[in-house]
């Protein structure tokens, strides 16, 4: 990525190091050491330091919807509050958006059967408030999350994982062994599973996401 610019161009990327992506941070970081530059990279090193700090804290979880407290048996994730809002409203959204999709959808039915005077903007009105119905059905991806993640529990007891989540609406507790915990890449997305059991999943292409999944197998498999 950086390989090819000279360094004067690196010091000036390094200025705007706020700007890029975390993936890129670590890339430039890499190529100021390899080159064994005597530029000031303090800061961007410190902002990476913290990042990496975070991640070992698993406070990135809370990006996924997840809180981790950490205990004296190890740690136990859980649902947050702010997840389970997010759901709601993404919910109330998807009806009110779908809602008007059907209006528009309604409309555009009256105007060509009942055969009424219709304007081009009025059609183009209607065709958007119908298109809407879509977007509706996208919002209601939250009840999936909100039924699946009610009373989720994820920990680590004397060497047994033990997972709580809702699988087709019942409320079901499954443990494993920690050979069990895997990391797979679907996609576009991470899947944490627990046997054939998906627990949880994240953005392939996002590295904190990625790495903070990582961190939490390790933490589960230290406990």
Do not use: C, P, W
Not at 106 to 133: K, P, T
Request: aromatic fraction near 8%; glycine fraction near 6%.
């Amino acid at each position: 990525m950086y390989s090819d610019k000279t360094t004067k161009e690196l010091t000036e990327v390094l200025d705007q190091y706020q700007m890029l992506t975390f993936e890129s941070q670590l890339v430039l970081s890499k190529e100021l050491t390899t080159r064994n530059s005597a530029v000031d990279s303090s800061e961007l090193e410190s902002a990476i330091g913290e990042k990496l700090h975070r991640i070992k804290n698993l406070d990135y979880l809370m990006d996924l919807g997840f809180n981790a407290q950490f205990t004296e048996q190890g740690v136990v994730v859980t649902r947050n509050t702010r997840a389970v809002i997010m759901d709601v409203l993404a919910i109330i959204i998807g009806i009110a958006v779908f809602f008007i999709g059907v209006y528009g959808i309604g409309s555009l039915v009256a105007m060509f059967v009942n055969g009424d005077d219709f304007n081009v903007f009025s059609l183009a009105i209607n065709f958007a408030m119908a298109s809407l119905v879509f977007n509706g059905f996208k919002f209601f991806n939250g009840i999936k999350r909100l039924i699946d993640y009610s009373g989720f529990r994820l920990s680590n007891e004397n060497g047994v994982i033990s997972l709580r989540k809702r699988f087709d609406l019942k409320l079901e507790e499954v443990k494993g062994a920690l050979s069990d915990l895997q990391l797979e890449e679907e996609e576009e997305e991470m899947l944490l599973r627990l046997g054939e059991h998906v627990i949880l999943n994240a953005n392939a292409e996002n590295i904190i996401q990625r790495m903070t999944l990582e961190e939490l197998i390790k933490v589960l498999k230290k406990a």
